[in-house]
């Protein structure tokens, strides 16, 4: 329980117009109660001028690459300086997918989905499987079947829905 008054009242308090998500330092303390660093999401007050709204809408996302960054733990897509990430523990021969964050911005453009198709490629190549802790993750390998081999036998209840 929280008996700082101050912290408690600031607790799950944002600013209007910014979402934010937390991400642990990578490295193998961040496992063991690592420090959290803010990722901001969107522009401060969370609205884009009708220039910048344009210029994201009309990205080519699919001449983006995907690219495996393991110091950090994730699968990277940068579009215009704005980057969506695929989160990742390995244990072994299995990848856990823990979390997919996608700026705001980019939201409704396949990011997310490019993003996950390429990481599960990539798994698939390296002969490795995959525990989808992420709901999109799951709900992505839902949609795409030809992934659910991947999926390790224990953990293919995330993928079918069932509790």
């Given at each position: 329980?929280?008996?700082?008054?101050?912290?408690?009242?600031?607790?799950g308090?944002?600013?209007?117009?910014?979402r934010r998500?937390?991400?642990?330092?990578?490295?193998?303390?961040a496992?063991?109660?690592?420090?959290?660093?803010?990722?901001?999401?969107?522009?401060?007050?969370?609205?884009?001028?009708?220039?910048e709204?344009?210029?994201f809408?009309?990205?080519?996302?699919?001449?983006?690459?995907?690219?495996d960054?393991?110091?950090?733990?994730r699968?990277?897509?940068?579009?215009?300086?704005e980057?969506?990430?695929?989160?990742y523990?390995?244990?072994?021969?299995?990848?856990?997918?823990?979390h997919?964050?996608?700026p705001?911005?980019?939201?409704?453009?396949?990011?997310?989905?490019?993003?996950?198709?390429?990481?599960?490629?990539?798994?698939?190549?390296?002969?490795?499987?995959?525990?989808p802790?992420?709901?999109?993750?799951?709900?992505?390998?839902r949609?795409?079947?030809?992934?659910?081999?991947?999926?390790?036998?224990?953990?293919?209840?995330?993928?079918?829905?069932?509790?």
């Amino acid at each position: 329980m929280d008996v700082n008054p101050q912290r408690s009242q600031r607790k799950g308090v944002e600013s209007p117009g910014v979402r934010r998500a937390w991400l642990l330092d990578s490295g193998p303390e961040a496992h063991r109660g690592g420090r959290r660093k803010p990722l901001r999401l969107t522009t401060p007050t969370g609205r884009l001028q009708a220039a910048e709204r344009e210029t994201f809408m009309t990205m080519d996302v699919s001449a983006a690459q995907v690219h495996d960054n393991p110091g950090k733990f994730r699968f990277e897509l940068r579009v215009g300086g704005e980057t969506g990430v695929a989160m990742y523990q390995r244990r072994g021969n299995v990848v856990v997918f823990t979390h997919t964050l996608v700026p705001e911005t980019l939201e409704g453009q396949g990011v997310a989905s490019k993003l996950i198709g390429t990481a599960l490629d990539t798994v698939r190549a390296a002969s490795q499987q995959v525990v989808p802790l992420c709901p999109f993750v799951a709900a992505y390998i839902r949609r795409h079947p030809e992934y659910r081999a991947l999926v390790v036998p224990d953990y293919l209840y995330l993928v079918d829905g069932e509790n």
